[in-house]
């Protein structure tokens, strides 16, 4: 994932709220599930770890990404952005090819 891309995504989860909370448990299956099925109809979504988690929010996203197969596009605080394109396309990231012009 580029840096432009990463930035309109982030861009994007902005005005999200979480739709998901981690907290005493951590990630047990079902969560991880939940959210594999969230970023299928989503493909971007928030999370939110609360201050009771005895994991870090970056070990969580870590691992939320590596089992989803999704790109963590930030951990800022306890908020966690996870993208996953799916096969329904509703977001369309920015064209990121670079045109070499001469003036």
């Known amino acids: 994932m580029t840096s432009k891309e990463r930035a309109y995504l982030r861009s994007l989860a902005m005005t999200m709220d979480p739709i998901f909370q981690i907290g005493k448990s951590s990630l047990t299956p079902e969560i991880t599930e939940a959210v594999a099925e969230a970023l299928e109809a989503r493909e971007l979504i928030k999370i939110n770890v ?54």
């Open 50 to 103: 609360l201050k009771n988690c005895i994991h870090e929010p970056k070990d969580i996203a870590a691992v939320l990404g590596e089992r989803t197969h999704s790109e963590v596009v930030q951990v800022v605080g306890r908020k966690i952005t996870l993208y996953k394109p799916s096969k329904k396309k509703l977001i369309e990231l920015p064209n990121t090819v670079k045109t070499n012009k001469t003036v």
